[in-house]
């Protein structure tokens, strides 16, 4: 967490496609880029997104070096707000309230 209180944290586990990639027992792994990261670092979470997050295997077959890629679902206009499911797994309690209006919004972040 940075000094604004802010976070940036991506968990690639929850984001490998299970349809092709079986994994038993990973290893969790995070992206943090709270310190260093590009522009998709601000984009917002929702529980109806306009972006997939998928791991894109480049130079080796290792789901934990794939680069992360952003795909559209639908088309988008110009001026609409990305956003991508973190995907962040529920907590016991409050956890962090979800506000991105949704009609499918769970109501919580995690």
Known sequence: ESKSGCSYLLDIASHIDRERVKTLGTTAYMIDATRYGNVSRFINHSCSPNLSVRLVLVESKDCQL???GLFATQDIVVGEEL???YRWKLQSGDGCPCHCGAQNCRGRVY
């Open 66 to 68: 794939a680069h992360v």
């Open 83 to 85: 956003s991508f499911d």
